[in-house]
């Protein structure tokens, strides 16, 4: 009887590994249009490179604003997706995956906004975070610690996210960022942590919309959601989406 229990359970987990192998395989072939002006490529070399300057201008124009006032140009902008969005080809990484959103915008800002993140080892965030921003040792310790009580050794990391000022306003901008990492996290069962500075409006927006507060270091704080969190934020965006008239491709 207990023989038969194990081996049902070895199978089930066999299958569930079997089928997030091939969901993996399958993204890092094509990216997935979910509507139209609305795409996440998973891997970086899914990237046009006519598209590569655009999104380019869109992140140039929106972390030129304040607070941040960055410089960036287009060879350190380069460097930084190839740092974040860079998946090592050898079996090692096999089942790794990036994510990369962009929601179209006009003509003088062809992209109007812009998601992307991993699926990582949970103790890679610390180097993942102090690439992007100059932490002092105490904080890195600090969301060493947070990080280390996640359950899961994999999760979803979203790195980055920015609206085009003229395209902001209003639900559906911020609920296309948020959706492949949420659809990504609910179809491999993992859990998910972003960040955002104080004065960045993500902030008041993920506190309204539940998210867990892991830990708050030199006015940025970490944001988690577990499993079954964003699960439930995935079918709550799906919702919203159909319901403001775009036709999505269904979510499971
Ligand atoms: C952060 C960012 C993506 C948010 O996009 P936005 O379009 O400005 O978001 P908004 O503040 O207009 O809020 C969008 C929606 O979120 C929801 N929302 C926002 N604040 C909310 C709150 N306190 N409670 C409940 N819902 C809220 C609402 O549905 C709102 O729509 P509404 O305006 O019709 O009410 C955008 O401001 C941006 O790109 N900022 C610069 C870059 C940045 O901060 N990046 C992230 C951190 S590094």
Aim: aromatic share 10%; with cysteine.
């Amino acid at each position: 009887m207990a023989r038969s229990i194990v081996k049902e359970a070895v199978s089930t987990e066999l299958a569930r590994t079997t089928k997030l192998a091939r969901l993996i395989r399958g993204l890092r072939r094509r990216p997935t249009q979910w509507s139209a002006g609305w795409i996440t490529y998973w891997q970086l070399s899914q990237l046009p490179s006519s598209r590569r300057g655009d999104l380019f201008r869109a992140y140039q124009n929106v972390f030129a604003e304040k607070p941040w006032e960055e410089h960036w140009t287009e060879r350190t902008f380069a460097q930084k997706l190839v740092r974040e969005l860079s998946i090592p080809d050898i079996p090692q990484y096999s089942e790794d995956l990036v994510f990369l959103t962009l929601v179209d915008g006009d003509d003088d800002f062809p992209v109007g906004a812009f998601c992307w993140g991993a699926v990582v080892d949970n103790e890679t965030i610390p180097g993942r975070v102090l690439s992007a921003r100059r932490f002092s040792g105490k904080d890195v310790d600090k969301i060493t610690e947070a990080t280390s009580h996640i359950i899961g050794k994999r999760l979803v990391y979203v790195d980055d996210m920015g609206v085009v000022a003229r395209f902001r306003g209003g639900p559906l901008p911020v609920a296309k960022l948020c959706y492949p990492p949420a659809w990504l996290a609910t179809n491999l069962q993992l859990e998910v942590i972003c960040w955002s500075d104080a004065a960045s409006r993500l902030s008041p927006i993920l506190d309204a919309y539940g998210w867990r507060r892991l830990c708050e270091v030199s006015d940025v704080a970490f944001f988690y959601q577990d499993v079954a969190g964003i699960t439930d934020k995935a079918q709550q965006i799906q919702e919203m989406v159909a319901g403001l008239g775009q036709s999505l491709k269904p979510l499971f």
